[in-house]
């Protein structure tokens, strides 16, 4: 049950880091470069934790899939 938590909190920072990319322009704008760089820390650090008690497949399918969609 606690891997899927931080499963889910997971997929929010990839998104949300993946939203502020785009609008650091290229790392030159600062505040969307640092939401970027944390949220991908949280994101990658969640996930292995999730990886504790979820099979790599099953996480890395339904992460890869809802960061998709």
Do not use: C, H
């Amino acid at each position: 049950m606690i891997g899927w938590l931080f499963l889910a909190i997971a997929i929010g920072a990839e998104i949300g880091a993946t939203t502020a990319l785009r609008s650091s322009n290229g790392f030159s704008n600062l505040l969307p470069s640092v939401i970027t760089i944390l949220g991908y820390a949280v994101a990658f650090y969640s996930l292995s934790l999730a990886l504790r008690t979820l099979d790599l497949g099953i996480a890395y399918a339904v992460w890869a899939g809802v960061g998709t969609a």
